[in-house]
């Protein structure tokens, strides 16, 4: 499935790792294709991505070689006791909301209120289109999925599912505020102590 | 013969006159194919509803043309529009407008009895269409209050369904049902549409106009935006390997 996504989550790697190791010692191509298997390919992993994070993950001592190869001369990696604790750390701890892409949204809808010759109905609607478009996919491949089968990967996908449908309510929040806000309306701009604009000092 | 199942032209529709007129629509085009699920999305007052009820020949139109199955619906007599909304369009609404005193079943054959198909006949389809909307046959002879929402709902569908008709038309058909709910009722909607009827479906839910193959945007009464039609399989490869 190579399906672009409005959203490029940028998924905890590190942690996905340590979890499927979880299950027992793999190599790089079983991490990626076990990674893919168990987020329906929403992630696609480049192998490089995969090397990269494993070494850091060894520096850290979250994961070790395992002793002995297969007989092909790959490295199979295995948790160690820091990489299991620090695994149950992050099952155990709820996410906070960090930096998402939508912050990116929120930043150039604020902007775009306070911005002269700015459109900003038109943004929102530009913005609710593509979201639209994207719910229309996710919920397409979501209505193909089999539902015993592509269990964990249902979890993933309904996940978008409502994240794209927060981000149109949303929209149709900010939508129904600037209805509500006369045009003009939107908050002076901080001017500095010496603006010496004629129509700036009657505000 | 239009290639359309509903196809509205330029459609104005206003209330009132002079000072206290109001624009309800102002020059809507909409073409729905077989197979094609469409969902109108708009704020309150963007006259989503009064769409579905030029649509469906509930309300005629100001100016413009309303043509279902190649028939305009303006050159028909009531008689002949009450007859032609009976065979060919199916309406869901969020309030169900189940008869109290009907069986589920009695119900859903009501509108083929009235089509003159005999009682035995429109009973059989009636079960039918129950049983594609997941409605066994032992709640098809109870009444609409004796049902669960979810059930009511999908007696509603089954009505909207039953016989030859190719247009659905869906007013926030999902009303107050719960999420897992709501979703059974578009997945319903959407197995009919690809079995090539075509549906019309207002909704203020993203996540339910999600299931729909375009989605359409309606502000005070004129069509603002439209996500066009899905991409098909071809075209998103080709998308996906043309970089």
């Not at chain 1, 994961?63 to 155990?92: C, H, I, M, N």
């Not at chain 1, 998402?100 to 809808?109: F, H, M, N, T």
Request: charged residues 20%; proline residues 5%; glycine residues 10%.
């Amino acid at each position: 499935m190579h399906t672009k996504y409005a959203y490029c989550v940028s998924m905890p790697i590190r942690h996905g790792l340590l979890a499927l190791l979880q299950r027992g010692p793999m190599y790089g191509y079983q991490l990626r294709a076990n990674f893919e298997a168990a987020t329906g390919a929403t992630w696609p992993l480049n192998i490089g991505q995969v090397y990269t994070t494993l070494a850091r993950l060894e520096r850290d001592g979250l994961v070790e070689p395992a002793p002995g190869e297969d007989g092909d001369g790959k490295v199979t990696y295995r948790l160690t006791a820091a990489g299991r604790s620090e695994l149950q750390a992050w099952f155990a701890t709820p996410l906070e909301r960090r930096s998402r892409p939508r912050d990116e949204l929120a930043i150039k809808l604020a902007t775009a209120i306070t911005t002269p010759g700015v459109d900003v109905r038109a943004v929102i609607q530009a913005q609710r289109t593509a979201t639209m478009r994207t719910l229309r996919e996710l919920t397409r491949l979501k209505a193909q999925a089999d539902p015993a089968g592509d269990a964990a990967w249902l979890l993933v996908n309904e996940s978008m599912i409502f994240q794209a449908e927060a981000e149109a309510r949303w929209l149709d929040h900010c939508e129904a505020r600037l209805t509500s806000v006369p045009p003009g309306g939107a908050p002076p701009l901080t001017q500095p102590a010496t603006a010496n604009d004629p129509t700036e000092v009657a505000r | 013969m239009s290639q359309y199942v509903l196809e509205l032209r330029d459609v104005t529709r206003v209330h009132g006159s002079g000072d206290a007129a109001v624009h309800a629509l102002r020059g809507v085009s909409l073409t729905l194919a077989a197979g094609e699920l469409v969902a109108v999305m708009g704020p309150s007052g963007s006259g989503k509803s009064t769409l579905l009820n030029v649509a469906g020949g509930l309300d005629a139109p100001s100016a413009g043309v309303v043509v279902v199955e190649g028939t305009d619906l303006q050159q028909l007599s009531a008689t002949a529009l009450a007859a032609l909304r009976r065979r060919s369009i199916g309406y869901v609404f969020q309030d169900y407008n189940l008869i109290p005193a009907l069986t589920a079943a009695e119900n859903v054959a009501l509108p083929r009895e009235l089509d003159g198909i005999g009682a035995r006949a429109s009973r059989r389809e009636a079960l039918a269409a129950l049983d594609e909307v997941g409605v066994g046959a032992a709640a098809a002879d109870r009444f609409p209050d004796e049902l669960a929402g979810g059930q009511r709902q999908r007696v509603a569908i089954a009505r909207a369904l039953v016989g030859p008709r190719r247009l659905v038309l869906a007013d926030e058909p999902t009303g107050a049902l719960d999420s897992e709910s709501g979703e059974s009722v578009l997945r319903l909607l959407r197995a009919r549409c690809d079995a090539g009827a075509a549906g019309l479906l207002v909704t203020h839910e993203a996540r339910l106009a999600g299931w729909a193959d375009r989605v359409v945007f309606l502000r005070d009464g004129a069509v603002v935006d439209d996500t066009g039609p899905r991409l098909d399989a071809q075209a998103l490869l080709a998308q996906g390997t043309g970089s």
